[in-house]
Each structure stands twice: as structure tokens, then as C-alpha cells.
T-cell receptor, first 114, second 117 residues
């Protein structure tokens, strides 16, 4: 199984600023996913991050707002840009295992925008 | 497009009662995977089970059991003799291949289970 860590675990940010969330996996994985969970809601896929190529964004999410980097097979970052209170959510990093069956989640980053 | 429906928003039971969480899904693929995750108040997602579309055998793990029925597109989850520690939000999720070949999860809206002592 993959062990995923995320930094920071939580943060309180001011409106208009940006925050970069880091996701580190203890093994090499092909695909990494970023999800958002707004308060009291389910998880929504933001984008898929493949190493060496641009991230693929879901409908409603754009690169200017959520730029993603994937410099190698164990690491990715998600930036939440020009934040507003509506961006207050838990952001989760996720990976699939080598056989592409299980999907593992990081502990999440709890973001509050004031 | 795939879709997962968890019609039960919140369920409250008394400890030791059995409880079933419903999950209905929609997909056009013949190959897909179904998952259940638990999210306790601490917020982390805990993987409970994965089932592929070709395996309709029901599964039991301790107090947990899952009933997969392709004929009704359902993947229900039963907790027997519930305990206070079972209090959490439970998510059903579906995974299929997307147009780019990648696999991502579509989550249901979740069911909040409250187990009263």
C-alpha cells in the first residue's frame, strides 16, 4: 500500500493570497489525483496529475486557479490561487497503486480562508 | 457519465443495532470498481472495501458485510451490532476508465451514521 503525506495539514489564509499544498508518496506512482471536499459535502475531483505532462482538469476547475505541478513520480503540488472564502475546504491528494486497483488518500489539508 | 447515489443523508441508531447503508450507481462501462470509505470526525478517509464488476460475491469482514447486486446496480453496506466508534460519514464510490484511460473515483454524497450509546 502507498503511504501519502500532505503539507500543511491545515492553514488559515487571507483572501487574495495563494497557498501551495504538497503531496509526497512513499513509492512511485503513475497517476496522482487532487480532490476537494467543501464543508459537509462529498469529494469532488479537481484534476489528475501525470508526471511529465500537464494536469487534466475536471469541469469547473481551471489551471489559473489551481495550478498543479508533478515534477517526479512521488511528488505533486496543488496551488490554490487568489483565495476567497469559498475555497475553504479539505484538499486531498490520492494515488492508485501499481496494479491500479486500490486508491489511497492522504490525510488532507484543511484550508480556511478569511 | 458515472453517478453514485446515497439516498440516506443521515442515519441514527442505538448501539448494537444493525444498520444498512445504501448505494446505487450508474455506469455504461462493463468493467468498473466500487469502493466504500469511512470518514470519521478527524477527517481522514479510511478505505473499507473494493469490489470489481466481475465479482458479485458478497463479502463479510468482521461486523461489516457488503451486498453487490449488478441487476439492481447496488452495493449496500451493512454494519452488524453497531458501535459508537462506527459513527462517521460513509462514502460509496465508483471507479471506471475515463476517456484518457485514467481511473478516478466518483463519490456519492455520503451517509452520516450516528451510533448512540
Amino acid at each position: 500500500s502507498a503511504v501519502i503525506s500532505q503539507k500543511p495539514s491545515r492553514d488559515i489564509c487571507q483572501r487574495g493570497t495563494s497557498l501551495t499544498i504538497q503531496c509526497q508518496v512513499d513509492s512511485q506512482v503513475t497517476m496522482m489525483f487532487w480532490y476537494r471536499q467543501q464543508p459537509g459535502q462529498s469529494l469532488t475531483l479537481i484534476a489528475t496529475a501525470n508526471q511529465g505532462s500537464e494536469a487534466t482538469y475536471e469541469s469547473g476547475f481551471v489551471i489559473d486557479k489551481f495550478p498543479i505541478s508533478r515534477p517526479n513520480l512521488t511528488f505533486s503540488t496543488l496551488t490554490v490561487s487568489n483565495m476567497s472564502p469559498e475555497d475553504s475546504s479539505i484538499y486531498l491528494c490520492s494515488v492508485t497503486d501499481s496494479l491500479d486497483y486500490e486508491q489511497y488518500f492522504g490525510p488532507g489539508t484543511r484550508l480556511t480562508v478569511t | 457519465a458515472q453517478k453514485v447515489t446515497q439516498a440516506q443523508t443521515e442515519i441514527s441508531v442505538v448501539e448494537k443495532e444493525d444498520v444498512t447503508l445504501d448505494c446505487v450507481y450508474e455506469t455504461r462501462d462493463t468493467t468498473y470498481y466500487l469502493f466504500w470509505y469511512k470518514q470519521p470526525p478527524s477527517g481522514e478517509l479510511v478505505f473499507l472495501i473494493r469490489r470489481n464488476s466481475f465479482d458479485e460475491q458478497n463479502e463479510i469482514s468482521g461486523r461489516y458485510s457488503w451486498n453487490f447486486q449488478k441487476s439492481t446496480s447496488s452495493f449496500n453496506f451493512t454494519i452488524t451490532a453497531s458501535q459508537v466508534v462506527d459513527s462517521a460519514v460513509y462514502f460509496c464510490a465508483l471507479s471506471e476508465f475515463m476517456d484518457t484511460g485514467r481511473r478516478a473515483l466518483t463519490f456519492g454524497s455520503g451517509t452520516r451514521l450516528q451510533v448512540q450509546p
